[in-house]
């Protein structure tokens, strides 16, 4: 699938529903040089390049990493929390235990519940904003009983409301040395702009990933993806797709979220995929138009692997639940 960067600030997803059904889860001539000919038409490098040849190249901001800071962290004999970093949008839990582990974060009327990984540094995104967040750690004591392990409050003040879709996290976990960052940054020295390395990832992923229905008939609650593994493996389901899109994005400046929802006519279909932010000009998924500064919506497993682009529609068959 190839996309083209276009003055009408548009592109277009062509879609073909798998079987049917799509189960989610010049060198310049003349005598002598410039100086030798008394003229100065253009400058020129030590490798004989003029400043004309020269290929743009997006320009990728700084990294933004997320690390959890064991000697930062406050709770008890099973279980830290790290809220040291909450003005860079992240928090982190580190947790031993034999039982399931969940972590619920709130605020306001919203409720985030994560499975965690026992015996790992995990990261958790501040991603609604500032205020007043809630963290608790609960302990599986019973078939679906939970204990609170531990609880904490924090006020998060932002220092930059992409932080939290920048940075690494549980469902995008990655390193400067991560497979998907090493591709990403191929793809970066191939893109003259923010666009056209946006162009680049999703031609990479839509090309090198396909949907693994026999995973997404067996997968199991609590299901949490690696997107190196998507990558190397070359397959994967819907929120496989939206992991690895979100890691190599993200790791060079494009602010991009994890959107977990429901799509199709009856929005009946749960399903993962992406939005992403750009300054510069937006993009057109299918028959629905994204804007400057404004959240756009990007569906890599759709794309990938088809889907009639009437069952995407003009974006209204999407109802977007959950933010990562």
């Known amino acids: 699938m190839q996309l083209r960067l276009k003055k009408s600030v548009k592109y277009l997803i062509i879609c073909l529903l798998v079987s049917s059904v799509f189960v989610c889860f010049p060198s310049c001539g003349g005598g002598g040089s410039a100086a030798e000919s008394g003229t100065a038409e253009s400058s020129a490098d030590e490798s004989g390049a003029s400043a004309e040849e020269k290929k ?20 008890n004999d099973e279980v830290l929390v790290d809220t040291s970093r909450s003005g860079k949008g992240f928090f982190g839990v580190h947790c031993v235990s034999d039982k399931k582990i969940k972590v619920q974060v709130f605020k306001d009327e919203e409720v985030y519940t994560y499975d965690l990984v026992t015996g790992e540094d995990q990261i958790y995104p501040f991603q609604l904003g500032d205020g007043e967040y809630t963290i608790k750690v609960m302990k599986n004591i019973a078939d679906t009983k939970y204990s609170e392990l531990y609880a904490t409050s924090v006020y998060v003040e932002l220092e930059d409301e992409f932080d939290p879709f920048l940075r690494p996290s549980q469902y995008a976990d990655y390193t400067k040395e991560s497979d998907c960052v090493l591709k990403a940054d191929e793809l970066a020295a191939q893109s003259a702009d923010a666009n056209e390395f946006i162009t680049n990832v999703f031609n990479y992923v839509c090309k090198k990933i396909k949907y693994d229905k026999k995973k997404a008939e067996t997968v199991q609650s609590g299901y949490i993806p690696d997107p190196d593994e998507t990558m190397n493996s070359g397959k994967g389901i819907c929120i496989d797709y939206a992991s690895l899109a979100a890691a190599m994005l993200r790791s060079h400046g494009i602010p991009t979220k994890i959107i977990f929802g429901y799509v199709g006519e009856d929005g009946d279909l749960y399903h993962a995929w992406n939005m992403y932010y750009t300054k510069e000009t937006g993009w057109v998924a299918v028959e629905f138009e994204v804007h400057e500064g404004e ?7 759709f794309s990938a692997n088809g889907s009639d682009s009437q069952f995407i529609g003009d974006g209204s068959n999407y109802m977007d639940v959950f933010q990562y």
């Not at 743009?56 to 709770?75: C, L, W």
């Not at 959240?295 to 497993?301: F, H, V």
């Open 56 to 75: 743009e190249v997006y320009d990728v901001p700084d990294f933004r990493g997320a690390q959890f800071h064991e000697d930062e962290a406050y709770g």
């Open 295 to 301: 959240w756009n919506r990007l569906d890599l497993t």
